[in-house]
């Protein structure tokens, strides 16, 4: 203990221990819970020194069944949130690296354009505002500081002359510890990037157990690029070497171990998670109820356009970025009355790095066991065509089956912002799901790719109104016309019915 309250003492002032290990900034938003108490990680580090040497602490089955209480998950989810900043606003510097050249130059998109996607970004975030913004170009990108010598001068002194900023948001995907700590000690700020940033937003709008747990993970990699920093500092200081306890580690690697064990646990009940998932979407397939997957940039309006086709009022659409989390499912009907499930999921966004859609590819998951995809684009934005680019490349990278490449359809959505719109793409439905407009003719798209791509057959079957058969392909297929004979007591029924539901109906009743 004695070796315990040295390296605490070492800590540097101001900030909690779990600031110096390396979790993230608080950030001020929605439905934020109150941060830890200053001593919690350091606490952590000694319980779990001592349950290392107490084998009645855990057992085997605690460890290895993977099942969290909602309680567990909250815990999980609320060490991640560091204290530090406080409740206060954050008052931001927005840095844009331009790149002249190379592989990583934006070649669909602008400088101006992903400066204002970054505001963006910021704004999203309560009590957050944009101070000021610079678009410095670059040749060196990979390099630890990003930018040259002289430009790399000029942006420290423009950045030490703008007064009351707390914050520099550099927009990269990612920084890497080395830069992030080289940039802190030379601006005497807090540095963010893309991931880091999202992920708060993420954090923010985070309702479920499962988006609490997806984020948890995906904030694991960040966790430990910044205990590298910190246990950097504290080696300067003479504290970060010491080992604890006499158990054999140095604080460093209990903290490593501490962020393992914890990945381990979330990936456990995500994979639980994930089997009930599986199992939702197996009931879902057994009633043969066709899925559509509704999918776009973020904030392209795909839960106003889920609303607008299923009239589902529980459906709450903000305008903001990353407001879906959670893949959501939604029942609607079909101009055949065939019953479809939309299932609504998170939004895309450009250069995120694969760690972050790795952690929500259980969610994603949906969208490669759907019948169709649905690709919605806010036709509206300057970047639309980037947009897409991006949304296609995610796709790609999450190997999604040609078939459903190939049906996908493309939905222009907020046409009621532009004015006489007309698309150049061929195939493309044009909609405003604010207005409702467009959506008979996209129906009607969705209903010819559905039964293409669920093999559903189209049939006139006569029936025997005596017995139970119109009552059945009532519930088992889609009825869409009866032609009743009164004389003969018989009905010829017009039905959407799948290759299985109609060898049961012939099994049951024989025959046409």
């Not at 759907?370 to 897409?388: A, G, M």
């Not at 039905?495 to 109609?502: D, E, N, P, T």
Request: aromatic share 6%; net charge neutral.
């Amino acid at each position: 203990m004695k070796t315990l309250r040295f390296i605490y003492s070492r800590l540097p002032l101001g900030r909690s221990s779990a600031a110096a290990c390396g979790f993230l900034p608080r950030f001020p938003c929605r439905g934020a819970a109150p941060t830890l108490l200053a001593s919690r990680t350091l606490a952590l580090s000694a319980s779990s020194l001592k349950n290392r040497n107490d084998s009645s602490s855990h057992t085997e089955g605690e460890e290895g069944d993977g099942e969290l209480e909602d309680s567990e998950v909250e815990e999980l989810f609320q060490q991640q949130v560091p204290a530090g900043l406080g409740q206060g606003q954050q008052r931001v510097f927005i840095v844009h690296p331009d790149v002249k050249w190379g592989s990583r130059k934006q070649y669909l998109t602008t400088a101006e354009l992903m400066m204002a996607e970054a505001e963006g970004l910021v704004k999203t975030l309560e009590n957050w505002t944009v101070v000021d913004t610079i678009i410095l170009s670059t040749k060196t990108p990979e390099k630890k500081k990003i930018f040259g010598k002289g430009n790399f001068q000029f942006l420290t002194e423009r950045i030490k002359q703008t007064v009351g900023i707390t914050a520099v948001f550099v927009n990269v995907d990612r920084l890497s510890p080395l830069s992030e700590r080289e940039f802190e000690e030379a601006w005497g700020v807090k540095v963010f990037d893309r991931y880091s940033v999202v992920l708060h937003i993420f954090r923010c709008n985070a309702r479920t157990k499962e988006a609490k747990l997806q984020i948890s993970l995906a904030e694991i990699p960040l966790l430990r690029s910044r205990l590298k920093n910190e246990m950097a500092d504290l080696d300067q200081q003479g504290g970060g070497s010491r080992y604890i306890g006499g158990s054999g580690e140095t604080l460093y690697e209990v903290q490593q171990r501490l962020l393992k064990e914890r990945e381990g646990k979330i990936r456990s009940a995500l994979e639980k998670l994930r089997r009930k998932r599986h199992l939702l979407r197996s009931q879902r397939k057994h009633r043969e109820f066709p899925v559509v997957s509704v999918l776009g940039y973020t904030n392209c309006g795909k839960t106003t356009l889920i609303k607008a086709l299923t009239g589902d009022s529980s459906l709450q659409p903000r305008n903001q970025l990353f407001a879906t989390l959670d893949v959501t499912v939604h029942a609607g009907q079909l101009p055949s009355h065939m019953t479809v499930l939309y299932v609504d999921t998170i939004g895309f966004l450009s250069q995120l790095p694969h760690q972050l859609i790795d952690s929500f590819s259980a969610t994603l998951e949906d969208i490669t066991h759907s019948d169709l995809l649905v690709h919605v684009r806010d036709i509206s934005h300057p970047e639309t065509v980037n947009q897409k680019a991006n949304v296609l490349n995610v796709l790609k990278n999450l190997e999604i089956p040609h078939r459903l490449l190939g049906s996908m359809i493309e939905v222009h959505n907020k046409i009621d912002l532009l004015d006489n719109y007309e698309s150049s793409e061929p195939g493309a439905v044009l909609i405003s799901a604010l207005q409702e407009r467009g959506l008979d003719e996209l129906k009607k798209a969705v209903e010819r790719e559905i039964v293409k791509s669920t093999g559903k057959q189209i049939l006139d079957l006569r029936v025997d109104l005596s017995s139970a058969q119109l009552s059945w392909l009532y519930k088992e297929a889609t009825v869409q016309d009866v032609q009743v004979d009164a004389d003969e007591g018989s009905a010829v029924v017009k039905v959407i019915i799948s290759a299985a539901a109609y060898g049961r109906y012939k099994k049951l009743f024989g025959g046409r």
